[in-house]
């Protein structure tokens, strides 16, 4: 995003919340668009746009939205249809009927992320060689847990400004590296 189209957004938020920024100094307004400037730089205008346009619809503060709660809403706008652990849960619990002796097929058929969360053909194989009730206990709840927090952990990277991800897997592939 562009600093005119930060400027736009900002005569939006201002228009929306006056009073925010009654007694802002021009210095102040300068080093606001600065700041939102650069923590949007890398994102679609047309997303940060609907973002604050969505946080004046439904939130009923009379304070200016802040940075990360507009991040917050491109995230739940950008990924609408991120399946839940319960929902992730009911298509694994599935696949285990049919993954006693084709499990790789079952394990292909499951979307990326509920894979991610089983982890491997194999390891689908295993739990439909299970006992029923320890798969609709025990084996549930360690991947409903599992699945929710890797979810969580990929959201909140996902709102992570460009240059921190790439720190991140900077660093990641250089531990890789060193671990062997």
Known sequence: MTK?????????????????F????????????AVWSDMFVNDDPMLVMTAVKSY????PSQFAPSVGQIVDLMSKLSNPNTIDADT?????YKALSNSGYQA????AKLPPEVQAGVGSPDQ??????????EVQTV??????????????EKREFDKLPDNAKNLISGLTDSKKLTNG
């Not at 992730?88 to 694994?92: K, P, S």
Request: charged share 35%.
């Open 4 to 20: 005119e189209e930060t400027r736009d957004v900002l005569r939006v938020i201002r228009a929306s919340y006056p009073h925010s």
């Open 22 to 33: 009654n007694k802002m100094s021009v210095d102040d307004k300068k080093d606001l668009l």
């Open 56 to 59: 004046i619809r439904s939130n």
């Open 88 to 92: 992730a849960w009911n298509i694994v």
């Open 104 to 107: 790789k097929e079952e394990f």
């Open 124 to 133: 689908l194989r295993t739990w439909a060689l299970m006992d029923v009730s």
């Open 139 to 152: 084996v549930m709840s360690m991947f409903k847990k599992g699945y929710s927090t890797r979810i969580k």
